[in-house]
């Protein structure tokens, strides 16, 4: 086996190259086309979970009622004769987020299920006028009428200059 690194030959069995020390663990299995995967970090572990969470209605009604649950409590310490003092105040913010991600979570769901039926709904394409029978020339006696005509008229330097003289 060759080092990557400086090319020198080493022993198929060797871990390190013996000239430049360069890691050769892995060159075997380059070599095969399976090289392992690079281990994730816990952040992206935790972030790959997350994310491959697929949108659920039931967790969205949860949510929501729990952002409801701890509005209705605020409600409640700020009608009683105590008032809600600080820790009622706080109270707010888990309802809001939970509130927000509720709904969000709802939203989420619904547009996804409108989306799958329209993807599953027979795609038609849409009709196109047909072509009259009358087509303003006659396809027997004379060829059709050129698109670039016009065109190459207009381009022709000496055509032109004999439209300026008239």
Not at 60 to 81: D, H, M, N, Y
Not at 121 to 136: F, K, V
Not at 149 to 163: K, L, V, Y
Request: proline share 8%; aromatic share 4%; glycine share 8%.
């Amino acid at each position: 086996m060759y080092c990557p690194k400086c090319a020198r030959e080493n022993i198929e069995t060797a871990k390190f190259c013996r000239a430049c020390g360069a890691n050769l663990s892995l060159v075997p299995q380059a070599l095969t086309g399976r090289l392992p995967e690079a281990p994730r970090s816990r952040d992206q572990r935790r972030r790959d979970t997350r994310r491959s969470r697929e949108p659920d209605l039931a967790r969205g009604i949860r949510k929501a009622f729990a952002g409801l649950a701890f509005l209705i409590i605020v409600v409640g310490l700020v009608l009683t004769a105590r008032g809600p003092g600080l820790g009622g105040i706080w109270l707010l913010i888990p309802a809001f987020i939970l509130l927000g991600k509720g709904i969000g979570e709802i939203v989420t769901v619904l547009n996804n299920r409108d989306d799958r039926e329209a993807r599953t709904a027979p795609q038609t394409a849409p009709r196109t006028n047909p072509l009259s029978a009358q087509s303003g020339f006659d396809e027997l006696t004379s060829p059709p009428p050129s698109v670039t005509e016009g065109t190459t008229r207009n381009m022709d330097p000496i055509a032109a200059r004999r439209r300026e003289t008239n």
